[in-house]
């Protein structure tokens, strides 16, 4: 179980967020248009989410440009990137100067240089989307979450063309404005977007660990190991991914994203202290691994039958267990603890985590995941969800 995702998605999260190389051209913008005068314009018809809606054409533009996005590249990007950045500083530098020398002088002129400004300005946006989307290609990020991002971003570089056409079809100070306007809007929802689709996915990365840590915890004491410290270590975990839960799209979800990943390593290696304990009073057998297992988290019911060296029921609901293989039995914060051992049969209603070390069969009836160690020379399988009935056999097969 490792965290090195998190390297690349920390550099996308940056490049969504605080990596905006065009902030300080907007704020040029805003020296050149003063704000009070943006806020007065009225709200142009035909937003962006209407755009998206009303438009079929445009819809099939966007699914042949999420197609082209797909295919760049980061160093076929990069250059282009670089140009388009290089000629935005020229155009701005120029303005400045020229606003400077000629203040109050050719009005027109004013406004065309001002045209020109915003589009070289949304040329090098688009450079960036097309930069941003190759980096995205090479991370190492769900295929759906790829796909999301590729589509909001074909979106906004279909609607930057828009913007490009408006922009020369301006006929006054005031048309302007209003297209810049928008502008703004579009980059706000953009930008808090991707942050949002990053960071949900940084949370899905982050409880798939969390699962995997609670599964070692549940393994460790189904063979009477005190777990009570990595206890406490899993419930701070818990807590912190709330906290990203609640931060997900803010500027603060990158210091929430280091308070789990340093958690996370502490609790590892309590682990990898506990098995280090362990192997020295046991020998190499350790954690179950010198037979079969068995991991289930059921919502439903469950039948477990066989001969096992230890077995851990945990969760809400009813269980039927044979008393004289119970080795204890115990409720804490409303959940129920069972560790058992032998040749028995045990079954129960309710939500539960169960796990088994031994030979033996599991049916599972609802909803849950589960994973399998068939037999001591094979490694553990896969995660793998289900909803129905499953039957799992596991163990030496004599």
Request: hydrophobic share 35%; aromatic share 8%; glycine share 8%.
């Amino acid at each position: 179980m490792r965290v090195g995702w998190l390297v690349p998605l920390l550099i996308l999260c940056i490049a969504a967020s605080a990596a905006q190389p065009w902030s300080k051209g907007m704020d040029g913008a805003e020296n050149a248009i003063p704000s009070s005068e943006v806020e007065n314009v009225d709200e142009r018809s035909g937003g962006f989410e209407s755009f998206k809606e009303n438009s079929t054409d445009v819809r099939k533009d966007i699914e042949e440009r999420v197609k082209e996005f797909r295919k760049l590249k980061r160093s076929e990007t990069k250059e282009k990137w670089e140009k388009a950045k290089e000629e935005y500083s020229e155009v701005s530098k120029n303005m400045r100067e020229w606003a400077k020398e000629k203040a109050g002088e050719m009005k027109e002129k004013a406004f065309e240089i001002r045209k020109q400004y915003y589009l070289t300005w949304v040329v090098m946006v688009e450079k960036w989307i097309e930069k941003l989307q190759a980096e995205i290609n090479e991370l190492s990020l769900a295929s759906d979450v790829k796909e999301e991002i590729a589509e909001r971003l074909a979106e906004t570089f279909e609607k930057l063309e828009e913007f490009k056409s408006e922009i020369n079809e301006s006929d006054s100070p005031e048309d302007l404005r209003g297209v810049v306007a928008e502008i703004r809007e579009v980059w706000k929802d953009l930008r808090y977007e991707l942050r949002a689709s990053v960071h949900s996915y940084a949370v899905e990365k982050f409880r798939h660990l969390y699962e995997r840590l609670e599964q070692v915890r549940d393994r460790l004491e189904a063979q009477s190991v005190d777990t009570s410290e990595l206890d406490v270590m899993l419930s701070d975990i818990n807590d912190t991914i709330g906290d990203l839960e609640k931060a997900v799209g803010t500027p603060e979800f990158e210091g929430k994203v280091k308070e789990a990943k340093d958690l996370f390593a502490e609790a590892f290696e309590k682990v990898k202290e506990i098995v280090r304990e362990r192997e020295e009073i046991l020998g190499a057998k350790v954690l179950g691994y010198e037979s079969g297992i068995a991991y289930a988290k059921v919502k439903g019911s469950f039948t477990l039958s066989g001969n096992f060296s230890h077995v851990l029921i945990k969760g809400e609901g009813n269980v039927i267990l044979p008393k004289e293989n119970i080795v204890t039995k115990v409720e804490r914060d409303g959940e129920l603890h069972i560790v058992a051992r032998g040749q028995l049969t045990a079954s129960g209603d309710g939500e539960f985590r169960i796990i088994a070390i031994g030979k033996g069969t599991l049916d599972l009836s609802g909803e849950g995941y589960y994973r399998v160690k068939l037999s001591p020379k094979e490694p553990m399988g896969n995660e793998t969800e289900f909803s129905g009935n499953e039957s799992l056999q596991f163990g030496v097969i004599e």
